[in-house]
């Protein structure tokens, strides 16, 4: 196998990483003035994602980083292209994490009731700009010969791309839902529990559409395969939640995630960025490479250093496996 091809494959897996892991913490983002029906249920939210949503933005940057380093033309130009898109994200992922930081630090109802009000947003808009930005990607820019971008931002706004906002805004929000009830106890739980099936059912059916939707834009057997099996995970995960099995419906879900990044992928592949005006413009996974000795040494870092993060992130998540419950949160 080409080292490009690996890359593709390697930048594929971190945002599949990234979407799963920060999915629900964004869910748990939208769902606060949800479920959270005072103060100490918001806390409780706040606490079943507080050890971890931080490093769950690490993929992020990991991925940013390695489609910098190995695919520098396609970094260039998504990032010139989808300037404004990227941008809202960046700030509401900053706003949101100052929210987690700043919440406690006044006891008055106002303060919190406006940084609570920043978490919501702060994780709504990058739900959905994603999916907007994945989207494109996949349907294709217009691109000239040089690879520049030469649309607008109306272009991005077309209806499969907010389609596609719609959908990742609503497998985040069943995400997160799932996610609460795994990690709470009590009236929460049961709150997140009922939640995840109703708001699963609306999910399915944006899922299916959008997944259905990409495969007449672009198609390959594995992206067939890899979508029927999105649905299917998604379909189980609300059975198993239905059915009061919270760490099987957690699973379904994320699988579901994975699945269905990974779709988007198969169905991308070889191109990064397909031209919608001038096809000398589209970027492939060969010609937006860098070169193949650059390649061969990020090979080499990643196959030191991934499994050390990976152990790492694993140890968190089991130090802070224990459900809680609004029993748990102090007075003050």
């Known amino acids: 196998m080409e080292l490009t091809t690996i890359w593709f494959l390697l930048v594929a897996v971190l945002f599949t990483g990234y979407f799963i892991l920060e999915g629900f913490d964004f869910g748990v983002g939208m769902l606060l003035p949800v479920l959270g029906r005072n103060d100490k249920e918001r806390r409780v939210l706040i606490n079943t994602i507080g050890p971890v949503w931080d490093g769950n933005e690490v993929w992020l940057i990991t991925a940013g980083g390695a489609m910098f380093a190995a695919f520098p033309e396609w970094y260039a130009t998504l990032f010139s292209g989808f300037y404004l898109p990227l941008l809202l994200i960046l700030l509401a992922l900053i706003i949101r994490g100052v929210a987690f930081e700043y919440r406690h630090k006044r006891p008055e109802p106002t303060w919190k009731r406006r940084w609570d009000a920043a978490i919501f947003?702060?994780?709504?808009?990058?739900?959905?700009?994603?999916?907007?930005?994945?989207?494109?990607?996949?349907?294709?820019?217009?691109?000239?010969?040089?690879?520049?971008?030469?649309g607008?931002?109306?272009?991005?706004?077309?209806p499969y791309a907010l389609l596609g906002g719609a959908t990742t805004a609503a497998l985040f929000l069943t995400h997160g839902a799932v996610f609460i009830a795994l990690k709470t106890v009590g009236d929460?739980?049961?709150?997140?529990?009922?939640?995840?099936?109703?708001?699963?059912?609306?999910?399915?059916?944006?899922?299916?559409?959008?997944?259905?939707?990409?495969?007449?834009?672009?198609?390959?057997?594995?992206?067939?395969?890899?979508?029927?099996g999105a649905a299917l995970a998604l379909l189980a995960g609300l059975a198993a939640a239905r059915a009061h099995r919270e760490g099987w419906a957690f699973t379904g879900t994320a699988v579901a995630i994975a699945l269905a990044v990974a779709t988007l992928f198969a169905a991308l592949f070889p191109n990064v960025l397909p031209s919608t005006g001038d096809p000398a413009g589209t970027l492939t996974a060969t010609n937006a490479a860098s070169t193949p000795y650059t390649l061969k040494i990020m090979t080499w870092v990643a196959?030191?250093?991934?499994?050390?993060?990976?152990?790492?992130?694993?140890?968190?998540?089991?130090?802070?496996?224990?459900?809680?419950?609004?029993a748990h949160i102090p007075e003050h």
């Not at 699963?200 to 939707?213: D, E, K, Q």
């Open 121 to 150: 947003f702060g994780s709504l808009i990058p739900a959905i700009l994603w999916g907007v930005a994945f989207a494109n990607i996949l349907r294709g820019v217009p691109l000239d010969v040089d690879h520049e971008y030469v």
């Open 152 to 158: 607008g931002l109306l272009n991005l706004l077309n």
């Open 188 to 228: 929460i739980r049961h709150r997140a529990r009922t939640l995840a099936v109703r708001l699963g059912i609306g999910t399915a059916v944006l899922a299916v559409a959008f997944l259905s939707w990409t495969l007449t834009i672009r198609s390959s057997t594995a992206a067939v395969v890899l979508a029927v």
């Open 303 to 326: 196959v030191i250093f991934t499994p050390i993060v990976l152990a790492y992130q694993g140890w968190t998540y089991w130090v802070f496996r224990k459900r809680i419950g609004v």
